[in-house]
């Protein structure tokens, strides 16, 4: 059972810029920065960023915990460009 509705679907990574949440269909204002590495496609110092509302900062950081992806959740405020698109 799908309880939390990931679907399989993944937000698109690249949604820094306006702090809007990643998870698909959540217009809600950020206010978590969520740092991943996938090392299958990454270089072990890249960042990936997912923004999360409240709301959907334990489901996202979830979400990549399982997948073993998550490096560091951070306030919004602190992502200062860490990761241009
Ligand atoms: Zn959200």
């Not at 950020?30 to 334990?58: M, Q, S």
């Not at 992502?79 to 698109?85: K, N, T, V």
Request: charged share 25%.
């Amino acid at each position: 059972m799908d309880v939390l509705g990931t679907g399989g679907s993944v937000p698109a990574p690249d949604a820094v810029g306006e702090l809007v949440c990643s998870a698909k269909g959540c217009r809600a204002e950020a206010g978590w920065g969520l740092l991943w590495n996938n090392p299958r496609l990454h270089t072990p110092e890249r960042r990936k960023v997912w923004l999360a509302c409240d709301d959907h900062r334990e489901h996202l950081g979830q979400f990549l915990s399982a997948r073993g992806f998550l490096r560091h959740t951070v306030p919004a405020g602190e992502l200062d460009r860490q990761e241009p698109a």
